[in-house]
C-alpha cells in the first residue's frame, strides 16, 4: 500500500507555472504506476501524465502525456520515489482543475495508462486556478 498526499496548488495568471508535488509513502519500492489526474468543473476526470516508479521494469523510466498537455507538463519524481512532481507550464485557463496523484501496483503501459480503474490509490487533490 502507499499513500499520496499532493501539495503545490494554487492560483496562477495564464502563461504562469506551477509545480505540484506528491509525497508518497508506505509500500513505496515496489513498482508502482504513478499518475496525475485532473477534474474540471463538470468534466471527467482524465489522465494527465503518468510515468512507472520502481526498480528496473519493462516498461521502463516511459512517460506518458495527454495530448492538452505534451510539451508544456512533464512528470517526474524524486531517486528515493518519495516524491511525484508535475511541472506546469505554459498554463491555460482550460487547465484548471483539481489535480490528483493516483497509483497502482504494476508498470504503466501504453494502451492503458490512464485507464482511471486501474487506479488503486488516491490522493485527496490539489486545486489549480489559472485566470
Known amino acids: 500500500h502507499v499513500q499520496l498526499v499532493e501539495s503545490g496548488g494554487g492560483s496562477v495568471q495564464a502563461g504562469g507555472s506551477l509545480r505540484l508535488s506528491c509525497e508518497v509513502s508506505?509500500?513505496?519500492?515496489?513498482?508502482?504506476?504513478m499518475e496525475w489526474f485532473r477534474q474540471a468543473p463538470g468534466k471527467e476526470r482524465e489522465g494527465v501524465a503518468a510515468?512507472?516508479?520502481?526498480?528496473?521494469?519493462?516498461?521502463?523510466?516511459?512517460?506518458y502525456y495527454a495530448d492538452s498537455v505534451k510539451g508544456r507538463f512533464t512528470i517526474s519524481q524524486d531517486n528515493d520515489r518519495k516524491r511525484l512532481y508535475l511541472q506546469m507550464n505554459s498554463l491555460k485557463l482550460e487547465d484548471t482543475a483539481m489535480y490528483y496523484c493516483?497509483?497502482?501496483?504494476?508498470?504503466?503501459?501504453?494502451?492503458?495508462?490512464?485507464?482511471?480503474?486501474?487506479?488503486?490509490?488516491w490522493g485527496q487533490g490539489t486545486q489549480v486556478t489559472v485566470s
Open positions: 510515468m512507472t516508479s520502481g526498480p528496473t521494469t519493462s516498461g521502463g523510466k516511459r512517460t
Open positions: 508506505g509500500s513505496i519500492y515496489r513498482t508502482y504506476c
Open positions: 493516483a497509483a497502482y501496483l504494476g508498470t504503466c503501459y501504453s494502451g492503458s495508462w490512464s485507464y482511471e480503474p486501474n487506479f488503486t490509490y
